[in-house]
């Protein structure tokens, strides 16, 4: 893929040209200026300025919070405390007076990145996206413009590629250490807050004591589902496999959620499911499944077992709180989702796949592409999967385009991680034909 950048400045782009064997005074020869904005929760924002500046781009780092300024480098950086606004009459000011070569952000529909990525168009800075892989574990997102529905892959069509795609590192899930870093960073952000410093936060704040007690009460709920669900989990392997739809829930705050969905949130989806499931009297079962970082899980279980009763469906229904969801998916008939990630598993099984809410992954080629309850009545009622060298198209390009190997939150993995994306930088940077300013 080759994607230009408008320069206000300049009629026709110059293309910079990155060697193998280009060294950090050639790199430091009107050195390439980078913006980095928020990163995940945890020190990899820190690993990469890090690398960014060893490889010899100048960087600077905006910080919005007190979270934000400890897994800052400490130089170069920028202190932002308004409000969204200010936070718009800041951004033209810099990029009229100081404008970066390149923006770097992780999550794309964060308020603040939302508000920097359209204005970085209007200029014609390059904005590259960092997000948690589409695929996981072993990689994450890197991706031109943004991530999801602003993905360039959200215009893909298929296509042979002899590229080949890159391997994820050989890790295990790193669910556990990214909730302590999560855990961390809101701590701190919620000792030391202020109004101004998390106006443009992409998550709402709660008082300190009220945030652990809704944890704690979520890693019991988790720890005793661990025990019930086992029981389910091994009639749906047994009795019912390839007789049951999933349906993967998203936690309320996740930015497709609340940017993307199309109108959809969880409840809504569980009741049109229930509705449709009744309408069309079908013999399978739905297996809702919870999100393992979604802490209001157990209200949401109770919700969908109230509403199950409700619709005379309780005997056909059940809510899966622990485990993999990659274990369930092989053994079921379909799966209904949002636009959560979880699609993938489908895809890579070879699974029924509706899609109801703006996604990388809503392409007719590979999903049915669904729009509103009455789509569901359809897929519950007649439902088959996509061309298989379709699927494998895609996967394939999502790896080559949008992945590196890597992993935000597992300390042993932060700087070949920062590595590989500095690596991707400098790729994107070539083809995008990107030049310094100095």
Known sequence: MNFAYRRTNTAVLQHLSFSKEKTKADYQTGALNVLLLQGPSGPFFRKLENELTRTGFSVNRVVFNDADRLFSGGTNT?????????WDAW???????????????FGSSRPAHAKARELA?????????????????????????????????????????????????????????????????????????????????????????????????????????????KAVKSELFGKYKDKFLIVPLQTPND??????????????????????????????????????????????????????????????????SSGKLSELVPCSSGMIVINSTAAFSALHSHKPLLVMGEAVFRHEQIITVGNSAEDIVRFIKKRHTKCPEHIKMFIRDVKINALVPGDF????????????????????????GVVSRQ
């Not at 951004?91 to 952000?105: M, Q, S, T, V």
């Not at 930015?255 to 109108?263: E, M, P, T």
């Not at 939150?409 to 995008?432: D, F, G, H, M, P």
């Open 78 to 86: 920028i202190l932002f405390s308004s409000d969204l606004p200010a």
């Open 91 to 105: 951004l033209h000011a810099r990029f009229r007076e100081n404008r970066p070569d390149i923006i770097i952000l």
């Open 121 to 229: 168009k209007y200029y014609g800075i390059l904005v590259i996206a960092l997000e948690e892989g589409y695929l996981r574990s072993g990689y994450i997102s890197c991706e031109i413009s943004g991530n999801n529905q602003f993905s360039p892959l959200a215009l893909w069509q298929p296509a042979q590629n002899d590229r080949i795609p890159p391997s994820p590192l050989a890790i295990q899930s790193s669910l556990w250490t990214k909730c302590f870093w999560v855990a961390l960073y809101y701590g701190i952000r919620e000792l030391g807050k202020t109004r101004a410093k998390n106006v443009l936060s992409h998550r709402s704040i709660r008082r300190l004591d009220k945030e652990i007690f809704s944890w704690m009460n979520h890693i019991c709920f988790s720890l005793v589902s661990k025990l019930s669900d």
């Open 255 to 320: 930015s497709q959620i609340r940017f993307a969905s199309r109108g959809w949130n969880n409840k809504k989806l569980i009741l049109s499911c229930l509705r449709a499931a009744k309408q069309t009297s079908i013999d399978e079962r739905l297996v809702f499944k919870t999100h393992p970082l979604d802490e209001r899980s157990s209200d949401l279980k109770r919700f969908i077992e109230k509403a199950a009763r409700k619709f005379g469906l309780n005997d056909k229904v059940n809510v899966i």
């Open 409 to 432: 939150y597992q300390s042993s993995v932060l700087k070949l991680t920062a590595k590989n994306v500095a690596k991707k930088v400098a790729t994107i940077v070539r083809s995008s």
